[in-house]
């Protein structure tokens, strides 16, 4: 509905903060940016991926609360954001580890070795490989969630890949998909009941 009246009530009422100014937010820039690099040049430094994005995290935090503080912001709005992102990461953190369990159960029962055999038997050709590979993500993506399904379809397809062109096809076209399913439904998360 394009009535104004009607949009005031899907305004949002939570509070705004804007640190922009202020030289913490260019200080979170930094450690943002340094972080990331430090994860682009891993091979080189040897340190895993996980360390710089916990410590810069934890950075990340303590300078949100110390600008929060010199905003005015009460200890129960901090604590109340704190939890809320860290609810979040749990629930993220607990999915992850359950599909890749799913996964993991998966190629230990050798799934993707039958299905491999099964394909490559048939004498699929690499468009009749993609379409069947496709149809399964397509057969699956209603039962599984969109991220399983994409880990699942990952699997099978570096199962079934040979020539690495092919691979890269398949894995940009199942990319897209998620991609496609993702957007649906964010699109679909951040509509009015």
């Not at 979170?28 to 891993?42: G, P, Q, T, W």
């Not at 799913?102 to 491999?116: D, G, H, P, S, V």
């Not at 209603?142 to 399904?149: C, G, K, R």
Request: net charge negative; with cysteine; glycine share 4%.
């Amino acid at each position: 509905m394009c009535i104004p009246q009607y949009a005031l009530a899907f305004e949002s009422h939570s509070e705004q903060l804007v640190a922009i100014d202020s030289p913490l937010a260019i200080l979170a820039l930094v450690i943002f940016v340094a972080s990331y690099l430090l994860v682009i040049f891993e091979e080189k430094l040897h340190l895993p991926k996980s360390k710089p994005m916990i410590f810069s995290a934890g950075l990340l935090w303590v300078v949100a609360a110390i600008v929060g503080n010199q905003l005015g912001v009460s200890h129960e709005t901090m604590q109340i954001a704190v939890t809320h992102n860290l609810e979040e990461f749990a629930e993220l953190f607990l999915f992850l580890l359950v599909a890749m369990i799913y996964i993991n159960a998966l190629e230990e029962r050798n799934i993707f070795e039958a299905l491999k055999g099964y394909l490559i038997n048939r004498g699929f050709n690499y468009q009749q490989l993609f379409w069947v590979t496709s149809g399964i993500a397509f057969v699956l993506s209603p039962v599984a969630d969109n991220l399983t399904t994409a880990l699942i379809m990952g699997a099978v397809v570096m199962a079934v890949g040979v020539i690495v062109r092919s691979l890269s096809l398949r894995l940009v076209s199942l990319l897209l998909w998620l991609r496609m399913r993702v957007v649906r439904f964010l699109h679909l998360e951040t509509l009015p009941p």
